[in-house]
């Protein structure tokens, strides 16, 4: 797929993948526009893209909002005219067991990990499907393909965009758009750190967890960027981000019942 001179929109841009995946666009000449919750980071990414000499905009956009979600493209088009790339990267994540996790809670991140896909998704189709040659790239993760202990709402979403994604893809087949999932592994972005904590629980327990993941985030946001977006040029519809999404999906893939025994039992050995 040739990016010059098309346009992309991405959300999740104001920090981590979504910044690098604008970014590895723009030096492409793709023009961008590009949405986040996070007004202030989402105008430096903003500035950070315009330096490649592409037309950008950006848009505060909270993809859990139904309205909002609804009318961003017609925002979209006045600025720019056309969309061929969308490119769902918006994420949260919540710490905490499902026991430990509210309700109200476990709703507030499916509706932006999930439902924010799913209507971002719907209301930029009818553009898309105007392009001669367009694209959807959804972010699922590193547990959209394991599911490990305290992780039951993230991996529920995360699970949840793989199959709405897809079945997405076969659908849409025989048009010009392509689909792509994408399964980041341990990628060092903030999102950790950055992790709702559920009520009621001692904070510092959680706070174990939490950097006990954030020491497996490795891999620099510019480098998985730029193997999305080359898996965009190259019409992939899966994309495994780094070594250790690539080892997870073939032992689950091998062990799909016991994978996780055996992982367990190995990292008793470390």
């Not at 993948?17 to 996070?38: E, T």
């Not at 190259?234 to 495994?240: M, Q, Y």
């Not at 799909?256 to 039992?265: A, D």
Request: charged letters at 25%; proline letters at 4%.
């Amino acid at each position: 797929m040739k990016l010059r001179n098309r346009t992309a929109v991405v959300t999740g841009a104001a920090s981590g993948i979504g910044r690098a995946v604008a970014i590895s666009l723009a030096r492409r000449g793709c023009d961008l526009a590009l949405a986040d919750i996070n007004e202030a980071e989402l105008a430096r990414t903003a500035e950070m893209v315009a330096a490649e000499g592409i037309r950008v905009s950006h848009h505060r956009i909270d993809v859990a909002d139904r309205e909002a979600v609804a009318s961003f493209p017609a925002l979209v088009m006045a600025e720019h005219g056309r969309v061929d790339i969308l490119v769902n990267d918006a994420g949260v994540a919540l710490g905490g067991t499902f026991d430990q996790v509210s309700e109200a809670d476990f709703e507030w991140l499916f509706a932006i990990n999930f439902w924010g896909v799913v209507r971002t998704t719907r209301a930029f189709l009818p553009l898309l499907r105007a392009s001669d040659d367009a694209r959807i790239v959804n972010l699922s993760s590193l547990y959209g393909l394991i599911a490990p202990p305290g992780q039951t709402a993230y991996c529920a979403s995360k699970f949840a965009v793989r199959g709405f994604t897809q079945s997405l893809a076969h659908e849409l087949e025989n048009s010009p758009i392509g689909v792509t999932v994408v399964h980041p592994g341990g990628v060092a972005t903030a999102i950790a750190r950055n992790a709702r904590l559920p009520k009621g629980v001692p904070e510092e327990e959680l706070r174990k967890r939490l950097a006990a993941i954030e020491r497996l985030l490795r891999m620099p946001p510019e480098r998985a960027g730029e193997i999305i977006v080359q898996a965009i040029e190259r019409r992939k519809t899966r994309v495994l981000v780094g070594t250790d999404a690539e080892i997870m999906s073939l032992i689950e893939r091998l062990l799909p019942v016991s994978h996780w025994k055996i992982l367990t039992r190995l990292n008793r050995l470390r």
